[in-house]
């Protein structure tokens, strides 16, 4: 099981960092993505961490401003997110399964999902 958490209201410009913890089973080998879903909106990818955390990739949208990161030992990844604006505005979900780089961005190719956790900015 996928848990996320440490989402909030935020105002625009402030920071938030959600963590995506397994339980019952490990990250181990997993590629841990972030999506994101407004409402009206189809799900979006935010970021992705290869298992050995050795690269990230990052939408357009986010990139400069959200960092994802992991700690195996802890079995949880991170997503930082900085210099938060309105659009940011989501439900922002974790997601794991063993994808190929080039498969990355699309949530389909991830088996397991955490419940989501709402991020409100203010402007």
């Known amino acids: 099981q996928l848990q996320a958490s440490g989402g909030g209201l935020v105002q625009a410009g402030g920071s938030l960092r959600l963590s995506c913890a397994a339980s019952?089973?490990?990250?181990?080998?997993?590629?841990v993505g972030w999506f994101r879903q407004a409402p009206g909106k189809e799900r979006e990818f935010v970021g992705a961490?290869?298992?050995?955390?050795?690269?990230?990739h990052y939408g357009d949208s986010v990139k400069g401003r959200f960092t994802i990161s992991r700690d195996n030992a802890k079995n949880t990844v991170y997503l930082q997110m900085n210099s938060l604006k309105p659009e940011d505005t989501a439900v922002y979900f974790c997601?794991?399964?063993?994808?190929?780089?080039?498969?990355?961005?699309?949530?389909?190719?991830?088996?397991?999902w955490g419940q989501g956790t709402q991020v409100t900015v203010s402007s």
């Open positions: 019952g089973r490990t990250f181990s080998r997993s590629t």
């Open positions: 961490i290869h298992w050995t955390g050795a690269s990230t």
């Open positions: 997601a794991s399964g063993r994808v190929i780089t080039s498969s990355i961005r699309i949530a389909n190719n991830y088996d397991y």
